[in-house]
Nanobody, 123 residues
Framework: QVQLGESGGGLVQAGGSLTLSCAAS????????MGWFRQAPGKEREFVAG???????YYADSVRGRFTITRDNAKNTVYLQMNSLRPEDTAVYYC?????????????????WGQGTQVTVSS
């Protein structure tokens, strides 16, 4: 049974930082690409960052230069370091997994999802 579990969300002031973690179990982690997505109230789920096994990284334009995605295959964990946070970054953040060869920025392409963690950035 595949499980993805996010942690590290919370409330932070604008300009602050947070690091999200996503621990995976039940899948051959190193062969999967991992993605971070977010969904704000009334909006569609959007791609934030992704990392393949290579590890090539990918970012949404809105977070490039502020967020960094990394992975630790020994710990089956992917991280999202978020710096210079803005109120518009407020959302529920989800991690997701897809086979590396099928990496996509489209949320519909992912096989497994975590339950999400809330990030709130106050102005």
């Amino acid at each position: 049974q595949v499980q993805l579990g996010e942690s590290g969300g919370g409330l932070v002031q604008a300009g602050g930082s947070l690091t999200l973690s996503c621990a995976a179990s039940g899948l051959p982690f190193s062969t999967y690409a991992m993605g971070w997505f977010r969904q704000a109230p009334g909006k569609e789920r959007e791609f934030v960052a992704g990392i393949r096994g290579s590890p090539s990284t990918y970012y949404a334009d809105s977070v490039r230069g502020r967020f960094t995605i990394t992975r630790d295959n020994a710990k089956n964990t992917v991280y999202l370091q978020m710096n210079s946070l803005r109120p518009e970054d407020t959302a529920v953040y989800y991690c997701a997994a897809v086979r590396s060869l099928r990496f996509t920025r489209d949320a519909h392409g992912y096989d497994y999802w975590g339950q999400g963690t809330q990030v709130t950035v106050s102005s």
